[in-house]
Nanobody, 118 residues
Framework: QVQLVESGGDLVQIGGSLRLSCAVS????????IGWFRQAPGKEREGVVC???????YDRDSVKGRFTISRDNAGRSLYLQMNSLKPEDTAVYHC????????????WGQGTQVTVSS
């Protein structure tokens, strides 16, 4: 059974940094993509950044230069380093897996809350 567990969310001031983690278990190999999504209150869920098994990364324009995604070699942990945080980054952040970054995401974590305040 595949499980994803996020951690690292917190309350942080504008301009601050956070590092989110996603622990992945239940896969027999690392041939999958992992992405970070977020959903703010009253808004639709949006993709933030994704990394394919071959290391290719896709990220949305609003986080370019501020957010960095990485995964360990075994593919069991995913990280999201978030710097220069803005109020609009406030959301529940979820990690999810798919065969590729552009495929259907079939496994999701419960999410971790990130709140950026002034």
């Amino acid at each position: 059974q595949v499980q994803l567990v996020e951690s690292g969310g917190d309350l942080v001031q504008i301009g601050g940094s956070l590092r989110l983690s996603c622990a992945v278990s239940g896969f027999t190999d690392d041939h999958y993509a992992i992405g970070w999504f977020r959903q703010a209150p009253g808004k639709e869920r949006e993709g933030v950044v994704c990394i394919n098994n071959n290391g290719t990364i896709y990220d949305r324009d609003s986080v370019k230069g501020r957010f960095t995604i990485s995964r360990d070699n075994a593919g069991r942990s995913l990280y999201l380093q978030m710097n220069s945080l803005k109020p609009e980054d406030t959301a529940v952040y979820h990690c999810a897996t798919a065969s590729t970054c552009w495929s259907y995401y079939d496994h999701w974590g419960q999410g971790t809350q990130v709140t950026v305040s002034s």
